[in-house]
């Protein structure tokens, strides 16, 4: 059968990664890459370095608020799907490339897969909760990475179709982790030892679109003269030149441009803490065992702060502050997103669900 996967960011291609292996050993798969990380230091090697066969639709939406940015990738959606046909469609997180790949499906009655379904934050400030909650809601197959996920479901009323597979970020980084450690020369790159410097990252509104929330988290960092990298997303770089923040970095900061895949999950891997906004790091973080710091007041992966593997912070200085110095997680680190597996149990699940030609 031909089955359509709509990506556009990250997370989305990290995701995708395993799965399209696994989908290709029986179907016709058709990539939609919808442009959303449209920026090539970003977006470049996301193919290469995890291995993914080409978009046969490259849509080169970019940037945009999010009511244009969704309504361009809408209508360009429906166009491509009108033409492929697909048996179903498959969305992944809780983007705008998400929510537009669903609602382009159903409304063409084509059947909706989502692979990370259940998610919530109940953070309704946030946009990729409502991106979460409407593209469940559109969904005939909803891939729930834990019990946690189900729950939320149910209490929405929504029980037919759920699957707990577990995380395809195990498969991706099972795969990814063994590449980093054989190619990647990152640590090298910015003369860093294992366990001796902690890895930044931010790019969430909440965070980069107020001027005192960056200025607390730089400065917080500052205080603690930890050595900290900071690959600095091109979104999050503007917000700093439009605050005037952009030279007054502390220095223990090392500033990088967007880095690729390998590079990225081997300075989670090694690094001694992990300061994120982030949810796709939080959950990387916690699968490779590295202690996150979440700069955010909530999150939806609460099973990593029900662990004691991370701490939520948001932009509170002081907070920031005194997690840096103690925040020191248990020996213990449950297994919440396994086992390895969870695209292989996707794709048996869709070959059993999808109708026979």
């Known amino acids: 059968m031909k089955i359509a996967s709509v990506v556009g960011a990250r997370p989305q291609f990290i995701k995708l990664a395993p799965l399209s292996k696994e989908l290709r050993k029986n179907h016709r798969e058709v990539l939609i890459d919808t442009g959303q990380h449209y920026d090539d230091e970003m977006a470049s090697n996301f193919y290469s370095e995890l291995k993914i066969p080409k978009p046969d639709h490259s849509l080169g939406i970019g940037s945009a608020d999010h009511g244009e ?3 361009k990738m809408l209508i360009a959606l429906e166009k491509v799907l009108i033409s492929e046909e697909p048996a179903l469609a498959i969305v992944f997180g809780d983007t705008n490339s998400t ?11 084509i059947p909706v897969a989502h692979v990370e379904a259940g998610l919530r934050s109940y953070d309704r400030t946030m946009p990729e909760e409502h991106n979460r909650v ?8 909803l891939f729930c990475p834990t019990e946690t ?11 037919k179709g759920v699957h ?11 795969m990814s982790r063994k590449a980093a450690e054989k190619h990647s020369t990152v640590l090298e790159q910015f003369k860093l030892k294992k366990g001796e410097y902690q890895l930044l990252t931010v790019h969430r509104p909440s965070n980069t679109d107020i001027k005192e929330n960056l200025r607390n988290i730089l400065n917080a960092i500052g205080n603690s003269k930890f ?10 770089a503007k917000m700093l030149k439009e605050h005037g923040l952009e030279d007054k970095i502390p220095e223990n900061i ?4 967007p880095l690729g895949h390998m590079d990225t999950i081997w300075l989670e891997a090694n690094a001694a803490l992990v300061l994120t906004d982030s949810g796709g790091v939080q959950k990387e973080a916690y699968i490779l065992g590295t202690p996150c710091i979440t700069l955010r007041d909530t999150t939806e992966w609460v099973e990593t702060v029900n662990a004691k593997w991370n701490m939520l912070v948001g932009a509170d200085p002081k907070k920031i502050h005194e997690a840096i110095l103690h925040f020191n997680p248990p020996k213990y680190r449950p297994q ?3 086992p390895v597996g969870a695209s292989e149990r996707i794709a048996k699940t869709i070959d059993e669900s999808l109708p026979r030609a």
């Open 149 to 159: 996920a189900k729950n939320n479901l149910k209490h929405e009323g929504i029980t």
């Open 254 to 257: 090392i500033t990088t441009k």
């Open 227 to 236: 050595t900290t990298v900071f690959p600095v997303h091109p979104r999050t």
């Open 69 to 71: 940015q969704t309504g």
């Open 164 to 174: 707990v597979v577990g995380d395809v970020m195990l498969d991706a980084l099972d």
């Open 99 to 109: 929510l537009a790949g669903a609602l382009a499906a159903c409304k063409l009655n």
């Open 336 to 338: 919440v997103f396994g």
């Open 134 to 141: 409407l593209t469940d809601h559109v969904s005939s197959l």
